[in-house]
């Protein structure tokens, strides 16, 4: 009764969390996460509840196999029960059954998370909330190239991991402060590359900071992004106070293999290469890139070359699409590489400003800095303008260009230019004139970025500029005062697409949708370097933004599909990821993007904000491999010369050609479209048992779209069927692409494919 009474209670605090998961999970896959509860229990062992689990799992799935694959978790001591991926029907059926005494959605009671691995859901999924040897995520290892790693993190620790794997064929290299006992069982390798860097800017030396020449990180980036794909469970973690929560990777029990080709945010191409091929072949089964080159060439670009290579192998390689926010800018573009964009989460990071009428301004940053809590005089820079300098350039608050004596114990307005505009140094500006603190005019990153200022800062938008403006206008002794940063959970609308986020069309292969997924990349907060010195000091762990913080979400993601399904190709884990994502917020309404609020498209977000959850069981996956990309290449035009880029062995191109738009890619592109053009694509079935998908479209605009065959009939998991998609225009897309989506629902699984298509002419 002691046991029940708790559940209960527990069942209550559960349903106020489910709901935020219901929403998202529910708008791509109707299977989930159920925990099947049957109370205390007189087996003698856990082995027989086990198996009795099964036998009852069986009776809904079909057999003791397929009952054992949906298996999650057993129940087994204190009382008996288990959890397991169903449909609601399976749920409902379970439920009847005589000895169950409740069936629910699975979550956990919430830790207060750092926060984008519980918006994403998963915590609920048990195995994802420890580090231990006994899951089969602890044998799968993830390289890391990037800035380094901080190895005394504790995100780091290897507490209940197991022996390295014995496949792992790489090593911990020594060098500067850090020795081969620096790695343990959670970083199981090292590795660092310079000379490409040295050969062209001369020896590495400091740069106005310190210099180790190691892996070990001086930057924090690399830190930040390993410890966000497998970082071991931290209590407590917060960027003094702010985000406080448990700090977790995705995947806590996989290993981590850091190449280190990155210094002072640079990377050579020539040692990115060659850590790409020190990480093909020391064995590991993902390869993380926060980082990338504008594209330019599939033949050309190293990242493009290494990733094909490893792509051959197996490995599935995760890549940023960029930061320069506007179209036609997304990186890591090749069609075998998984790209990733970046969003929100449910959480904002709020600094407001109380001015002296009373209205407090609502504005963002990350102001750790102590500022007394008494009110100050605002100026705005323009009238604090140099001798000589114009307003319009004082108002943008550069080096030489405000008069100290006029800012100095004041809050100075400045206004932010244009997208690279050097936000950070503004405030570096103010607080050497002795300014009190700034509120900066950012319409681009206001509901974005958590800037970290040297100064008291906070960003606001043009709506709270009116505001401000109005105040400055209508008073003679203006002032404000700053709020401590406060962290705002269950906001809404989330996800809103970043505006940094780099977009497409694919400028190389327009025919392939890029970037791929979206994920959390704003305002993550994970480990850090303390020597990585910014405007609050040494700190272990830092709150930072970009497509950076993205992709490691991703390849976090990828590395558990990864043990749960270890023979499944890149291009399998790839098509699980896309297929299985959402394309609406938590207000049930399409995803937006900052700061405006504005419309999206794939361009923005691909094939949507990553499920986890759902991309573990996603009932269908589009694969293609090594020969598939050349038919591509060949398409694409390549010559001899550049096919060696990509591999030695002899090529012989089919004629006619494969059409690009024929590559059994998730996502189906068409460009310079003058005709009825006919799409091929093929399925492999990873359900169980026997099923009917039927496929539903939704039409882009000027443009008819019919499959062929309506409905796939699968016999067994394993099976492939082909279909054709007809896109028949009879209207122009004016030069600009049209946006629809094709889905295969067998009542169980929502299998979804974005369109985009380009109509020339009809």
């Known amino acids: 009764m002691k046991i029940m009474n708790q559940l209960i209670k527990i069942t209550a605090v559960l349903a106020v969390f489910l709901l935020r998961y219901v929403l998202l999970n529910e708008a791509i896959s109707t299977t989930k ?172 030396k400091s740069r106005n900071g310190t210099f180790i020449r190691s892996v070990r990180d001086t930057e924090g980036h690399g830190t930040h992004v390993a410890s966000t794909i497998a970082g071991s469970l931290v209590n407590n973690a917060s960027l003094f106070g702010i985000a406080r929560g448990t700090a977790r990777g995705g995947s806590p029990s996989a290993r981590l293999a850091i190449y280190k080709p ?74 075998w590489i998984l790209t990733v964009a970046a969003s929100s989460t449910d959480r904002e990071l709020n600094s407001n400003v109380r001015l002296g009428n009373s209205k407090v301004l609502k504005g963002s940053s990350v102001n750790s800095l ?58 570096i500006v103010i607080r050497q004139g002795g300014g009190a603190g700034m509120i900066l005019i950012d319409p681009i990153f206001a509901n974005d970025v958590g800037f970290q200022f040297f100064t008291p800062t906070t960003l606001i938008g043009e709506t709270e500029a009116e505001v401000l403006h109005d105040y400055l206008n209508t008073t ?8 401590p940063t406060m962290t705002v959970l269950n906001t809404r609308p989330a996800p809103v697409m970043a505006s940094f986020s780099s ?27 303390p020597l990585a010195v910014d405007a609050e000091g040494s700190v272990n762990y830092y709150i930072t933004s970009g497509t950076s913080m993205s992709c490691p979400h991703i390849s976090g993601i990828a590395a ?13 884990i790839k098509s699980a990821i896309m297929t299985t994502a959402t394309v609406v917020d938590n207000t049930w309404k399409s995803i937006l993007k900052d700061p405006n609020g504005s419309q999206t498209t794939p361009f923005d977000y691909g094939s949507g904000h990553v499920n986890p959850l759902a991309a573990l069981d996603p009932g269908l996956i589009y694969d293609f491999g090594p020969n598939d990309i050349i038919d591509f290449i060949c398409t694409y035009g390549a010559t001899p010369a550049q096919f060696r880029n990509l591999t030695t062995e002899p090529i012989t191109c089919k004629n006619p050609p494969i059409p690009t ?19 091929l694509r093929t399925v492999t079935y990873c359900g169980h048992g026997s099923t009917v998908f039927t496929a539903s479209v939704e039409n882009p605009v000027g443009v008819q779209v019919s499959v062929n065959p309506n409905e796939l009939k699968f016999k067994e998991a394993g099976e492939k069927l082909s279909y054709e998609v007809q896109f028949t225009p009879y209207r122009t897309s004016n030069g600009s692409f049209v946006f629809g989506s094709i889905i295969w629902n067998n009542g169980a699984y929502k299998v979804r494919s974005p369109i985009g298509l380009n109509v020339t002419s009809i």
């Open 33 to 204: 996460h159920y925990i099947v509860y049957m109370g205390e229990h007189s087996f003698s062992d856990s082995d027989s509840v086990i198996s009795s689990n099964h036998e009852m799992l069986a009776s809904v799935t079909g057999s003791i196999r397929q009952a054992q694959d949906a298996a999650i978790h057993h129940y087994s001591k204190s009382f008996r029960g288990f959890s397991a991926i169903l449909t609601p029907e399976q749920a409902q059926t379970l439920s009847e059954t005589e000895s169950v005494i409740s069936v629910f959605e699975s979550t956990t009671i919430p830790l207060h998370t750092t926060h984008s691995w519980e918006f994403l859901g998963i915590n609920a999924i048990p195995e994802l909330n420890q580090s231990t040897s006994d899951e089969p995520q602890s044998d799968v290892i993830v390289g890391v190239l990037d800035s380094g790693v901080w190895p005394e993190s504790e995100s780091f620790n290897d507490k209940g991991l197991g022996p390295i794997p014995k496949r792992f064929k790489g090593e911990c290299v020594a060098g500067d402060q850090l020795s081969a006992k620096n790695c343990n069982r959670k970083i199981i390798g090292a590795r660092y590359y310079y000379k490409g860097y040295e050969a062209e800017f001369g020896p590495l």
């Open 262 to 335: 990155c210094w002072f945010s640079y990377c050579n191409g020539a040692d990115v290469l060659r850590a790409l091929d020190d990480a093909i072949e020391d064995g590991v089964d993902i390869i993380s890139l926060s980082l990338g080159p504008p594209p330019t060439s599939y033949f050309s670009d190293v990242i493009s070359i290494g990733s094909f290579h490893a792509f051959k192998k197996g490995i599935l390689v995760s890549a940023s699409a960029g930061n320069s926010g506007t179209p036609g800018t997304a990186c890591n573009i090749p069609p």
């Open 370 to 427: 102590k500022m007394e809590t008494k009110s100050y005089g605002i100026i705005t820079a323009t009238a604090a303008a140099a001798t000589g300098v114009p307003a319009r350039n004082a108002s943008l608050c550069m080096n030489n260009t405000l008069d100290p004596t006029l800012i100095k114990g004041k809050i100075v307005v400045c206004t932010a230019g244009d997208f690279t505009d050097a936000r950070i140094s503004k405030s």
């Open 476 to 483: 003679s002794n203006p002032t404000a005062k700053f709020y």
């Open 503 to 529: 977009m497409g069309p694919n400028i190389l292969t327009p025919e392939i949708i890029k970037p791929d997924i979206t994920a959390p990349g704003v305002n993550i907060l994970a480990a850090w370097s």
């Open 560 to 572: 558990f599909i990864k043990s749960r399904r270890p023979a499944w190709s890149p291009s399998a």
């Open 661 to 679: 738009y024929n590559l059994n890619y998730p996502s189906i592109g068409v460009t310079n479209m003058n005709r009825t053009v006919t799409v």
